[in-house]
């Protein structure tokens, strides 16, 4: 039978199962201990980094819902945002929620939704455009700061920043609805017979006419104002104070064969509900809104040889421009 010897010392035999030698007491196993680097993982979610360390990205997707639920709700502005974009701030509380409990896809989840934020951003424009670069910043830096798996800086970086565009996004709404200076005054026509005026984006100009679109001609108590950008895109704003029997569907018949109904909400001066309109059978893009209001049938219809989105965003800043004065000849 074959006999062991202690390789220190080499006394031999050394008894079966023995750890150290009797000789010189020295251990012939040492313990070795191996250290890993494991992400933390809370309540048998995913591992991440984004749910490893989950506080700053989930406070700026909290910030960013608050700031998207004060919008569409017109707490600072008059937007008159669709309510189904309540969706949105909805979706990032759930988000924040979570990454909280790395629960569900809470890895990958806060850079889809910033994804989502710039669509909304994109699809929704508002006139205040230090508004919408700012949430469109917010939305891009979730991104950035939750995609593949970011480093410590990159994450608190970027939810940092994230935050803090959204706090300016929310502060420029109120902001952006005063009057221009001086040297960035824009466009506007009006007619004050009627009691109409309209504040122009840059870059437009009155009309004298518009192909493709016919209104009515202008009457003592009906304005009409034509406006256009020069580069294929024109509109015109009504107002008629007194308006006949089914005045909309009248302008309506004028401009294309079919008019549909679209998911989005025209924003003010229109009342709360007031659908936007697609009219098919013209040529080019055509989006319009019509209401009957307290002061008259207000109308607004825009014509574009560009695709149908920007022809939306468009109708969206050109009807935030129009505001209804006091009726020259009322009470």
């Known amino acids: 039978m074959a006999e062991t010897a202690c390789p220190y010392c080499a006394y031999s035999p050394i008894p079966s199962g023995a750890d150290d030698c009797p000789r010189c007491h020295r251990r012939f196993v040492l ?4 250290d890993s680097v494991v992400t933390a993982t809370r309540l048998g979610g995913l591992t991440g980094a984004v749910t490893a360390s989950p506080v700053p990205i989930a406070i ?11 919008r569409v709700l017109d707490v600072f502005t008059s937007l008159h945002d669709p309510v189904y974009l309540l969706a949105v701030p909805a979706l990032l509380v759930a988000g924040a929620a979570s990454v909280m409990a790395a629960a569900g896809p809470a890895k990958h989840l806060p850079a889809v939704l910033g994804l989502v934020c710039m669509a909304a951003v994109g ?13 469109g910043a917010f939305g891009a830096l979730i991104l950035i700061a939750t995609v593949s798996e970011p480093s410590s800086v990159r994450l608190k970086g970027g939810a940092a920043l994230a935050s803090l565009a959204a706090v300016v996004g929310l502060a420029a709404l109120p902001l952006g609805t005063g009057k221009p ?7 506007s026509i009006s007619d004050e017979g009627v009691g109409l005026r309209w504040d122009l984006p840059a870059g437009w100009r009155q009309a004298e006419s518009l192909e493709g679109l016919h209104p009515e001609a202008p009457a003592a108590r009906r304005a009409v104002l034509l406006a256009t950008n020069g580069d294929g895109t024109g509109a015109l704003l009504v ?3 007194e308006p006949a029997d089914d005045p909309c569907a009248r302008l309506l018949a004028d401009v294309g064969a079919a008019v549909l109904k679209t998911p989005d909400e025209a924003p003010s001066p229109f009342p709360r509900g007031t659908t936007v309109l697609e009219v098919q059978g013209s040529a080019g893009a055509v989006r319009a809104a019509c209401a009957v209001t307290p002061n008259g049938m207000l109308a607004i219809v825009v014509s574009s040889t560009g695709p149908s989105s920007v022809v939306e965003a468009t109708l969206r800043v050109l009807a935030n421009g129009a505001l209804v004065l006091a009726d020259p000849k009322g009470p």
């Open 31 to 34: 313990d070795v201990r191996e």
């Open 60 to 70: 700026a997707l909290v910030l960013g819902a608050v700031a998207w639920f004060l």
């Open 123 to 135: 699809l929704w424009l508002t006139p205040v455009a230090l508004h919408n670069l700012a949430f």
């Open 181 to 187: 200076r001086d040297g960035a005054r824009l466009a």
């Open 239 to 241: 107002l008629d104070r």
